[in-house]
């Protein structure tokens, strides 16, 4: 009774489309990086009317943070990640969520001319970008600290970077910079010589099996799917609330598919905010038309072939066109109806 109470609750189309959010899936962290600037994340926000971009290295920890007033256009961005690659040299993989000025054709250009790779989170799930969106929550903190305080934001970012790190135990100018940074307060002079800091990645490893420990415990992993599964898509938006109906058309990354809705939208989503149901496939019959509507077939004008008069008029037939139109042939003047004088 219970499996087809389920069943049956599955193939409900009411049923399936309200819901809860669906639980958290295992943590799957991103590979551990082996040198420094090897990958970045990079993001926009937004601060007291005033936005930000921010790109944080995935080994270092170290951020680097660019106002961009209220130009956040893709053409100011690549002007300023230019300027940071000038700097640290041009990262293998740039990490950044779905918005306009990331997904342009001009950052994909910037891409391929500046040979990185570019990868793009899951629309709605920032948590698969997480190391950036860690690093805005930091960062918002720290420059508001420093607004209350009426001091200077550059120093505050300063001592930040200069910061040792519990897990790892040493900044992120040390393992970017491979030393510590001058900040205000006296340090000795041999603190500031160069030494390399070894053993990262195996601390970066010890520290990431740590975090997926505490993580995993309350996390259940989803089935995978298959191009052509039912589900239905968990709605992005606070005052949506119900659940559409989408056929899954392929997977294009690890729990990131690209579905179609019954209204014909195309869309990628997360695994997490897809729910598999036994309904029957959405009708896109009437999408498809509505987008594709049929060319009529080219027709080619009928010929009018009409009866010779003579012909017609000795049977006693009226005289028709192939569409079947009646001919009103004209009054013909014969010669044979003069006497010659």
């Known amino acids: 009774m219970n499996a087809e109470v389920k069943d049956y609750v599955s193939r409900c189309d009411i049923c399936q489309s309200v819901g809860n959010r669906q639980q958290k899936e295992s943590l799957i962290p991103h590979p551990v990086t082996q040198r420094p600037w090897e990958k970045v994340g990079v993001d926009l926000f937004t601060l007291h009317n005033r936005e930000y971009l921010i790109t944080v290295d995935y080994y270092s920890n170290f951020c680097e943070i660019d106002t961009c007033e209220a130009d956040t256009r893709s053409t100011t961005n690549i002007r300023k990640l230019k300027m940071q690659f000038a700097r640290h040299g041009i990262p293998d993989v740039v990490m950044t969520d779905n918005e306009p000025q990331f997904a342009s054709s001009e950052f994909e250009k910037f891409a391929r001319e500046w040979n990185f790779k570019h990868q793009t989170s899951s629309p709605g799930y920032p948590q698969s970008n997480g190391k950036v969106e860690n690093a805005v929550k930091t960062t918002k903190r720290l420059l508001e600290k420093a607004r209350l305080a009426q001091s200077d934001p550059y120093l505050a970012l300063l001592d930040f970077r200069n910061t040792p790190s519990q897990e790892i135990g040493s900044s992120p100018a040390q393992r970017l910079f491979s030393r510590r940074t001058k900040a205000t307060m006296p340090i000795k002079t041999n603190l500031l010589q160069p030494r390399v800091q070894s053993d990262i990645p ?121 569409s079947g139109r009646v001919v009103q042939p004209p009054a013909h003047v014969h010669l044979k109806d003069y006497v010659r004088a």
Not at 297 to 303: E, I, L
């Open 202 to 322: 195996s601390k970066l490893q010890e520290a990431k099996k740590r975090q997926r420990k505490y993580y995993d415990r309350q996390a259940r992993d989803l089935p995978d799917l298959k191009a052509g599964d039912i589900v239905r898509c968990q709605p992005m938006t606070p005052t949506a609330k119900q659940w559409k109906k989408a056929t899954v058309v392929a997977e294009v990354g690890k729990r990131s598919y690209e579905i179609r809705t019954e209204d014909g939208g195309s869309y990628r989503r997360n695994r997490r905010h897809l729910r598999k149901t036994n309904e029957e496939a959405p009708d896109m019959t009437a999408v498809e038309e509505e987008n594709n509507p049929p060319c009529p077939a080219p027709t080619t004008p009928a010929a009018e072939t009409t009866v010779p008069v003579e012909h017609a008029a000795a049977h006693g037939q009226p005289m028709t066109t192939r």
